[in-house]
């Protein structure tokens, strides 16, 4: 009788992935053949530390595995060496040392979650599996030899070709004159940073360091038209050492994109002004998470930036002018990578940096990332990402076919041509409820955490004042006083009932609404009103035209990108029919949407590659192009909109009939508005 | 019956690559796909002219082929049009138009003849075939789309890609922000110019112009460590444009290469003061190649360079330090490519530097280049390719294998450390004759066109002066005194010959020869003589050593590289011993042999290629290790040589026998000197 004796089995978690191996394979070795991402600095010398695994113990039926401390080899005299030294955490061993002596899960750990900071806790908290473009290479390069003169940088390369399999390496530029002292600082030892996806070239070494050099970090940044976002990001271990963001200096060339389009147009040094100060606050903001996070800028070796087209185009030094008109040509739209010395990025001589692909002339490298970050295109839900600023950029699709295109909704959600509008600041209102009957308000104030008709409000508000309202609340006051019938679905406010209640005042030949008495006066005009219905039909409007493209008539989950998307409430945003009707709980806020996916690129460049392929894929609408959008426009100023239903919603939320519906029920003195109004009257009477 | 209808046979000279294509099919496409090099900017659109071609006509019948113009087509109107409006030489066709109508022997112009300014005419005038890094193409590129709203860029790479076929093209970062006004500039047509040699890397767009650009150059340089060369040449047709040479600007340093490595070890500054030293003298020699040719030195978009190893370190911006003392590590031996910008070379934004490899630490580039040009590795023969300066770098070898050394000569052959020595200028005597009889010299002089000995010589060399002995003469001088008895084979001047001739007179304890009196009085002294018996024994011993690496006796071909070469003659070198044994008609001066070298890798990056192999396959032997090296030189310092026969030299030369031979023939009164010395005062009696 044969007894087959098979290999012991090593299953590598979160992977999944497993394969047998003979009795003394390095753990490291092991993942390595399988592909699993381990990762290595001084090539299985067992001092960087960087390999550290965790054995699971237990019997994992599922995977028919029995995996015991017993299947690992005991430590040995090096890796108790790193341990006495260095310390090594309870439970961790260095795969490069211990070695398979029976079955074994093995746990490698993870360090980059997208976490609260990054995502809002409603989502899923995700794991980014790593493989960064950047690897530390240790090794230890054979001394001159007279008899074989080969020069120090070609023993180099040889002993990282016979130590790490490196072949036809290059070696950046910058390099070859430092080669000799670096080699000779450490005897002959030193650290290679190689950097793997440097755009169909081979592997560069891009940085040397003499003896071992354990850290290597980089960037991922979101630069926006009003805030830069960043996080460092240790490469080697995947951890966010910092993040911090930073208003975008270009501010004072003009509030929005466009402004700064026309400010390059109106002045000859405008565009290098601008590019000048944008790499200035990017390269500050460098300094703010280095020191914060105890780094040196030199040690940043990667970076990945996200932008929207004109951003990019001046962050790259390129004339943004042609994106400020038809047809909206983009100097390039595929990803950039380059050296971030050459575009003035002050952070190791050797980083490079890596720019997402755009999509198209007002859909940018943001909206690739967010694309990247929250990918429709990876699941079967028919998805709507959305990202508003000036322009809303929109996405739309599911594993089979995604389309994008953007809509001029203008800067009214951003506060913008509001009477009372104003930046999300302490003092700025960012909550509005209004009574249905009594047609009262409450609301409440940043920095204060109290409502407005809490005990001790004013003197709570002392501090920061009430100074105007912010984006979420516009939101809020206008779907507030739709549902309290004080505008008609038209928008139109309700002059009828000034003569009810002193909160509808004229104001010129329109009423305005009275928010609050004061210093200043908060009001929301008529003008206001027609200002955000303009905004949302365009982004209604823009998202109706990539549904009708899908063939769709409704979607199955809603992402709302962005800071605006972070702060407004899904169901007044539906109310005033900014996005379709969904499912309320299918409609999330994912926060910087677009700064994660600049961080998932950088710390596995599988994703550049992913989000390049994507990209090309998209099918780009351009809503000017397109015939159907001016009337899907004139139909999405109603509220919700002129002829979409919104039944989820309406599960969830009281919404006004519509005229239409109640003129086609014949309905003349006894509407439900009427009725409402004098339920009104009645509970006025009785408070 | 069968009749087998063969398409038409195309043979295209001179490289003899032949095929059948079908009727019509254009020339510069049948040239293609057999991988014949014919230069075409414009893609078959008939403007570019680069493609033309010549028809032979004829009864090839070597090649089975009957040639005849009436096997090509007649030209169409577009060439017509060509030729109406830039002109077309009798006999020239534009390949992209004229089509295969029969068989055909079709001439490809070739404009690279290394000819007499590289090379003497005494070698065979050779043709470089060209492939060179650069290939310029033009392409109409399609407008921008608001449907498909790719970037310029990325609509650029789609046409090279679609037209050229290019695949994964990279394009150089600071073109980025240029792309939108090129493209702009000629409505959508632009030339790309191409590098296809980027080290492990794709193809790159360097460069770009707006509409057809129908010219790109290229510069090979030889910098020596007295003297840098240049070329300039045409990469589209291959043609050497211009030629200029200017002294290195860091002899103000150091005169030769050590006294250059003392001076930075010394100074803190000295590196980056030589540094900035051979730039500026590379950009001024740049700017007079250009002046001469009629270029614009931003048409310049490839260079290749050559140098020995301390040159090429102090080109790279590298400390040579090393390269002074034991074990004379290069920082880097490989071939070396890079950006021309970021070492400062001031020609296009986009061009490349190519350095060819280093074999040694004494043996640099250009003796890699040299040995490109001559290729030992390429014959049967056993080839000597010495270049001399203060180093000697010497290579032996054929087909099977190739050994190269480096050896001290000392700058004695450069006429330092020569009491009447001096750098070969006019004034300087350059060929010199004794009278075996009566020891009366004649000589002549640069820039002087009679001998000495002929009337009107003081008369004509009033302009000049006579001023001192140059390189050359000093080989001749010492042969003829050795020649005629005033020296023994040891070197030592024969002070009994005082009393016969007054040309020798004690100088102190040794005796010296006088060559002319006047103003400077020009003499040999005993120590000069030393001088050349120590630079050729190292020189003789360097070459013996890598005969005995090579297990031969003898050599069967020598070349004679570099400005000394040029001008001595093979004949007195043999007599002194600095080169073995061979026959004279196989020793040949080959010029600036480095430089044709350079100029070869330039215009054919397969060469780049072929000498980088080369070189890795090369024996390198460090003669300081050498335990032979010492006793090899100790008997050369004897004249020809202590144990080796000149046997091929003695047939042309009479040698004067050797003190052993005549001791061991038993020879005292009667030997042939004492013999011959009766002779020579028998004919003074006479004359």
Known sequence: MNVEVRDPLVLFMPSGKRGRFPIGTPILDAARQLGVYVESVCGGRATCGRCQIEVQEGNFAKHKIVSSLDHISPKGPKEERYERVRGLADGRRLSCS???????????????????????????????????????????????????????????????????GWKDLRVAQHIIPEVQKILRKENWAVTAAIHKDMEFSRPTVVALYPGLKNEAYGVACDIGSTTIAMHLVSLLSGRIVASAGAPNPQIRFGEDVMSRVSYVMMNPDGQGAMTAAVHQAVNDLIGKVCAEGGVDRKDIFDSVFVCNPIMHHLFLGIDPTELGQAPFALAVSGAVQGWAHDIGIDINRGARFYLLPCIAGHVGADAAGATLSEGPYRQDKMMLLVDVGTNAEIVLGNKSHVVAASSPTGPAFEGAEISSGQRAAPGAIERVRIDPLTYEPKYRVIGVDKWSDEEGF???????????????????VVAEMYLSGLISED??????????????????????????????RITVTQNDIRAIQLAKAALYAGTKLLMEKQGVETVDTIRFAGAFGSFIDPKYAMVLGLIPDCELTEVKAVGNAAGTGALMALLNRDHRREIEREVSRIEKVETALEPDFQQLFINAMALPNKVDAFPKLAEQVKLPPRKADSEEAGASEATPRRRSREERAARRGRS
């Open 458 to 476: 004013e003197e709570a508000a002392k501090a920061t004042g009430v100074t105007g309202i912010c984006g979420s609340a516009i939101i809020e």
């Open 491 to 520: 928008g139109v406010i309700d002059g009828a009932l000034s003569a009810s209640t002193p909160r509808i005042f004229q104001n010129g030949r329109t009423f305005s609404y009275l928010l609050r008495d004061g210093q200043p």
């Open 98 to 164: 211990a070695t398979v002596q029976g079955d074994l899960v093995v746990d490698v750990p993870q360090d980059t979650v997208i976490n609260a900071q990054t995502i809002r806790k409603a989502a899923t908290d995700r794991v980014i599996e790593r493989n960064p473009a950047i690897q530390m290479c240790y090794v230890e390069v054979d001394e001159p030899d007279m008899h074989k003169p080969l020069g120090d940088l070609d023993r180099l390369k040889a002993v990282l070709a016979k130590d790490w």
